[in-house]
Nanobody
Framework: VQLQASGGGLVQPGESLRLRCAASGRTFSSYGMGWFRQAPGKEREFVAVISWSGGDTDIADSVKGRFTISRDNAKNTVYLQMTSLKPDDTALYYC????????????????WGQGTLVTVSS
């Protein structure tokens, strides 16, 4: 599986961004997808996960109510809609696929994209 994340950029506090992760190499609709982020000097942390069908999702408490994960299996793409962005959301955002076990942990994911940088600053 190859994953390509995009959509990052520089935004002001309170603005929105939508990240995309395009997948190829396997039947996209057969596996779950997750988003993680890593801020400078910090460990990579869980942001959101979505099941293969899109029917089940989980969002980290730190972004709940502001971020939404979704997927379009016809386009082999998973999205992370981010609203009301804060400076603390500044990080490199990664998508990952095919979680097994505890999907809050990076070790559960078999494949990773290269990351897309989100910077929230005035």
């Amino acid at each position: 599986v190859q994953l390509q994340a995009s959509g990052g950029g520089l935004v002001q506090p309170g603005e929105s961004l939508r990240l995309r992760c395009a997948a190829s190499g396997r039947t996209f609709s057969s596996y779950g997808m997750g988003w993680f982020r890593q801020a400078p000097g910090k460990e990579r942390e869980f942001v959101a996960v979505i099941s293969w069908s899109g029917g089940d999702t989980d969002i980290a408490d730190s972004v709940k109510g502001r971020f939404t994960i979704s997927r379009d299996n016809a386009k082999n793409t998973v999205y992370l809609q981010m609203t009301s962005l804060k400076p603390d959301d500044t990080a490199l955002y990664y998508c990952a696929s095919d979680p097994r076990g505890n999907f809050y942990r990076t070790s559960a994911y078999k494949f990773w994209g290269q990351g897309t940088l989100v910077t929230v600053s005035s």
